[in-house]
């Protein structure tokens, strides 16, 4: 049908049609990490102690993306039990498989490797990974998430001239296997050893309180420069106060949501948050500034051996920090706490992963299809086991993942009968999760009946934080709730003897884990799941590389092959590449 043409049209629309077959196969970046998780040595308040590192980091590495970009982590087991990674705030889209919490995964055997493969589907933000199972978080094995804007979408914001995580945690000398055990036992964790800067230890801001052989951690920066800070509690069980001497923190985003733009001289950080702050070098560097974090909430006359100093060093400066901390706020005021979260609004003219402004998703116009009340109490024996629960019920994670249960039809291994409210009945031990609707647009409300702060985490979505109040909760709450701006998160705080409010549209395919991110908490039980179904459009389908374990240990095969590392990227995947290359060599040639 060609024969009329002359030549170099013939070429061109061929060249057209190759152009567009190369778009179709190109899609959205991958990026390929490998990495070893083993117990290294290291002295973060001096004394050595077993860590969780990985590839021999301390933190871990900073997993470092784009929106819309694939990821790819093989990780390898070297510890001495199992272990699985989740990652803290990523949505997952359609793909809990990859949410790397016992409901959704098998843990990975001693030895055993296991590539994750997951896309960062319309996202943006600061977030972290850390290993899941068995208080392990409380040795390591964490590091930041970060989620660049594509070029296309434009921060609301100069760009700053650098980017610098900080990852704050409280620390302990026993390691995870000793607290996990005095938990079991019913011993309190009490107050940290330390709290750490980036897996290091204080400065040495007092001769009487802090060793002069331990190392700390100095960010480096250049006078008049802006720099975002990028701040993570990954902590057991610690709220931390963040501040820089002498140095304003303008909020920016939290969680992968842009937000109003305000100035704080400290923020609270709770267990398993994560904040932007914009910083400038606006002083005159007579000497070093310090970086505190300090615990908050912690009844303990130890506390204040417990906080945690770095060092911020202008090139030009003229001498080390000296003198006296810069003052936290009162110690057991969380009236200031819980106003200083009521604060932070979302920025609804921003666009974040997409164009369009965040404020277009109107929350505050959405009927409300499902409530749910969550009360939480301090740990108990039940059956003769310190458990703790939410609505009476302590989660018991069932040998078989729940996601490989519902996908393979087996009965037995949990309930989709999760009560909406507390029960008139005796606290229980059960695999009971909460049978969510596709699309649903629903409210949780979490009351706090313990003596401490907690912080609750839900894997796949983010979610409207619209009010928090001392007492308890009841149906006129709701007249004080923030319709209109409430940041969208996926980790709220809720103090004690108080209660929280949030709101999420129940749009993500699968099972998600509903956690308390306090490790104590969490590991005595206070979790559940959120089945989401979707009946038209399912979940992607079961990895090709899964791990079977439970009632599905028969279909285990090939072990020897997993404890190899992933080879680099598939030979489609290199040809598709080669293919393009060709193409575009081709029409360059052609034009």
Known sequence: MFSGLPNYRYLLFLCLLLCLTAASLAGDPYIYYDWTV????????????????INGQFPGPILNVTTNWNVVVNVKNDLDEPMLLTWNGIQQRKDSWQDGVSGTNCPIPAGWNW??????????????????????RAAGGYGGITINNRDVIPLPFATPDGDITLIISDWFVKSHKELRQEIENGVG???????????????????????????????NVEPGKTYRLRVHNVGVSTSLNFRIQSHNLLLVETEGSYTVQQNYTSLDIHVGQSYSFLVTMDQNASSDYYIVASPRFVNSSDSSKSVG?????????????SGPLPDPPNESDTYFSMSQARSIRWNVSAGAARPNP??????????????????NRPAELIEGKWRTTLSGISYLAPSTPLNLAQ????????????????????????????NGTYKAF???????????????????????????????WTENSRSTYNKWDGVARCTTQVFPGAWTAILVFLDNAGIWNLRAQNLDSWYLGQETYVSVVNPE?????????????????PLQKDQARRVNFSTPPSLTKAIKLIFIGFVVCCCLEVL
């Open 38 to 53: 083993s117990y290294i040595t290291a002295a973060p308040l001096g004394v050595k102690q077993q860590v969780i590192g």
């Open 115 to 136: 590539t994750y493969e997951f896309q960062v589907k319309d996202q943006i933000g600061s977030f972290f990974y850390f290993p899941s199972l068995s208080f392990q």
């Open 189 to 219: 964790l009490g107050a940290p050893d330390g709290i750490l800067f980036n897996g290091l230890g204080p400065y040495r801001y007092d001769n009487a309180v802090v060793s002069g052989s331990i190392a700390y951690q100095t960010v």
């Open 309 to 321: 100093v770095s060092v911020l060093h202008y090139s030009n400066s003229q001498g080390p920090a």
């Open 358 to 375: 965040q404020g277009s998703f109107k929350y505050g116009e959405i009927t409300v299809t499902d409530v749910f009340v969550l009360h």
């Open 407 to 434: 996908q393979f039809n087996i009965p037995g291994v949990f309930k989709l009968d999760f009560p909406n409210k507390m029960m008139n009945r005796p606290a229980k031990v059960d695999t009971s999760i909460i």
């Open 442 to 472: 629903v409210e949780i409300i979490f009351q706090n009946n313990d003596t401490t702060v907690q912080s609750y985490h839900l894997d796949g979505h983010a979610f409207f934080v619209v009010g928090m109040d001392n007492g308890l």
């Open 537 to 553: 459009i399912t979940e992607l389908p079961v990895p090709a590389n899964s791990i079977f374990c439970g009632a599905l240990s």
